[in-house]
C-alpha cells in the first residue's frame, strides 16, 4: 500500500558535541520518507524554495520516492538551526526560517487522492487537516506535533488529533498538552479525545504505546557512536507506518482490520466521517514500533538522512533481531 | 541460599507532590530486605539509634528477616529528609543527619559468615569493603553506591566495584564515575575494571544491563498512581538479588556457575582473590532484572516500604507477566 506524508523539507545548520553540519538535508518529512521507502511506496507532498539543491531532488527520485506532490516555490527553502549538549534529549533552537513554508499550501496530486496509509508529519495542523480533508477516505491515519503548536493552535490541533488514529508525540509535549505530570494519565486523556494508539517518545529512553487496553514499552538502541538526533522522531514514524504499509498489502488480519474499519461498527466522529480502526490484535503495532526503532537507531548515528538512505535490508533485518536480543526475558517458571 | 545485606536502616521524612511522610522506615538495608525477603531469607547487617522503633524490629522479625547482625547503638537513629518534584527521577536532600551511621563498625555475625550471596547496599565504600573481608569466598557479590562516594571515595569505592559481580548504579553516577557522557562508553569502562554485570538504572525509564557480550533493556512499570520513588533502586536489587539466591537453592545450571566461579578458570584480581561469575546464560540474570522491576514497581506505590512488606506472591507472578506482556513482540518474519 502505498504512504503518503505531508511535512516539511529544510536545510539544517546543526551542531551537537560530536560534530556539526551546515545546510545538509532535513525536515520531518524527508527524513520520514528516507526511513519508510524501504517498506513501501512513499508519496510526498511538501515544499522547498528555488534554492533547493537539484542533487536532493534527483535523490529523492532516485530512491523511488514519488515528488509529484513537491511543489518548488519562489522564495528560499525553510531553514532551522539547532544545537544539542551532551544531552542528546532536547534540542535549543537557535534560528528557524519558515520562508517558503510561510505560504504553504498543500495540494494533494490526484493520483495521492486514494492514499490509504497517511502520516502528517510535525507542521501547522490547519495544513495537516487541509491535507487530510483532500484525502479520500483514508484507511489509517498517524501524525505528530510539536510543543509550538501546543501553544500556539491547540484547537486546530485538536481537530487533526481527534481525526488521528495513531498520534506520535514526545513525553514532555504529552504532558504539556494535557496538563497532566502523569504519562498513564497524560496518555488516557489523549486517548479520550478519539486516536486509537498513543505513542509517547522518550528519545534516549525510546518509546511507550498505549492503547485502550494495552502498553507497550519499547527501548532506544544503546549506541557507542552517536552523532546527531535530528530527525530520530520521523525516522521512528517512517519505520511503523512503512511497516504497517508494508504488511497492509501482504497481510490478510491487516486487510481486515482495514476493510472492517470502513464498512463495520464504525465510529461516528464530529466530523460525520466514519472510522474504527477495528482490529484487536496488537502484534502489528508492536512490530511496528520496533521497525521504527530500528530506523531511529541508524537516523542517529550521523549527521542527515545519509544513514537512513542507503540502508540494506540486512542491516534493517540484523538490527532488528538486535531489538529482540536486546529486550527478551524468559516467563517466570519457578519460585514465589 | 541465603543473602546478605549490610546498608541502612533509616527514618525518612520525605515530600513529594503526591503526599508526604514523617519519619517513615526508610533506608537501603530496609528496602532490600523487604524485597528480597519474598524470595530468600535474608541476613541484614545495620545499625539503629536507642530510639528506634520497637514495632519495626519486630516487623524485621516476623517478616523473617534474620537481625542477628543489627546493631543498636547510643545515639539516634539516621535521618534523611529529602523532596521530590513531579520529575520523581531528583531527590532534592534537605537534610542527612548521620547520627549512629557515623560510628558504624559494621561486624559479621559468625553464622553469616558463609554467606553465599552478598549485597553491600549504598554506605560507605570503607564499611562495604570491610564487610566483604569478613566474608568466607562470597558466591556473587553486587553492590550499589551514590555520587557522594563517587565525589569524596574514589579510591576506596572503585576497590568495591573491583570485588563485585554485579555493579548496580545510576545513570547519571554512571557517567559521573566514567567522565564518560556515553552510556555504553561509560559502562566498557566499569565493566573493564572487573565487575561481569553493570546495571544503570534510569528512574521512570527502567534499568539497561550491560556484560561484556551483551545487553538488556528492562522498561519500569508505567504506573498510574506513583507516590514516592524513595527506595526503588533498593527495591530493584532486592528483587534481583533474591531471585538470584533462590533459584541458586534450585537450579542446577545456576549452582554449576556458582561452583565453576570458585574451582575453574578463576580471575585473579588485584587481591589475589579468586573469582569468575562463569556463567554464560544470562537467562537467571535477565529474569533477576525483571523481577528487580517488579519490586521497584511496587516500592513507588506508597510512601515507606508499606507496599512490599505484605504482597501476596499472587501480586509477584501476575506484576512478572504484566511486564512480559508489556515487552513482548514477534520476530520479523517478513519483509525488507
Known sequence: MSLLVV????????????????????????????AARHLTDVNLVAVVGQDFPEEYINMFQD?????????TAKGKTFRWIGEYGFDLNDAQTIDTQLNVFRDFNPKLPPKYMYSEFVFLANIDPDLQRQILDQVESPGLVACDTMNYWIENKPDSLRAVIRRADIVTINESEARQLTKEPNLVKASKKILSWGPRIL???RGEYGVLMFSNDSVFSAPAYPLEEL??????????AGGLMGFLANIGKSDETLMNF??????????IRHSGESRNLGFTDETAIRKGIIMGSVMASFCVEAFTPKRL??????????RFSEFKKLTFFEDLTEIV
Chains 1, 2 share one sequence.
Open 63 to 71: 530512491k523511488g520516492i514519488d515528488i509529484t506532490g513537491l511543489q
Open 7 to 34: 511535512g516539511s523539507i529544510a536545510l539544517d545548520t546543526i551542531k551537537t558535541p560530536f560534530g556539526q553540519v551546515k545546510e545538509g538535508l532535513g525536515g520531518s518529512a524527508t527524513y520520514f520518507s528516507m
Open 309 to 318: 538512505i542507503d540502508l540494506k535490508p540486512k542491516e534493517i533485518k540484523d
Open 258 to 267: 482495514r476493510f472492517a474499519k470502513r464498512y463495520e461498527n464504525t465510529l
Open 199 to 201: 505513542i509517547i517518545k
Open 227 to 236: 552523532y546527531d538526533p535530528t530527525g530520530a522522531g520521523d525516522s521512528f
